[in-house]
């Protein structure tokens, strides 16, 4: 089992900036990629943004530059710090991993409210 730790969510006003982490333990043997999805209420779960452990790295179309996303492999620790936010990016942000074994495991979600 793998476990996710997510912290970082909170409210902004539009134009403010957050920093999203998330931390994996348990049984991991290997993580391929690591990242971020968000829904938001009624709307289908997307990429926000995720990285391998090689550094490559993969964003949703909306990201537009604001988003940067880090990673510490030998922590097992993603970040995701999000600026010029919108109220448009309003939702719940779930770290994921994704293990080379292909299992892959999602955190319990972490809510962002951007105000106008």
């Known amino acids: 089992q793998v476990q996710l730790e997510e912290s970082g969510g909170g409210l902004v006003q539009a134009g403010g900036s957050l920093r999203l982490s998330c931390a994996a333990s348990g049984s991991i043997f290997s993580i391929s990629r690591m990242g971020w999805y968000r829904q938001a209420p009624g709307k289908q779960r997307e990429l926000v943004a995720t990285i391998t452990s090689g550094g490559s790295r993969d964003y949703g179309d909306f990201v537009k530059g604001r988003f940067t996303i880090s990673r510490d492999n030998a922590k097992n620790t993603v970040s995701l710090r999000m600026n010029s936010l919108k109220p448009e990016d309003t939702a719940v942000y779930y770290c994921?991993?994704?293990?080379?074994?292909?299992?892959?495991?999602w955190g319990q979600g972490t809510q962002v409210t951007v105000s106008s």
């Open positions: 994921y991993v994704l293990l080379i074994s292909t299992s892959n495991y």
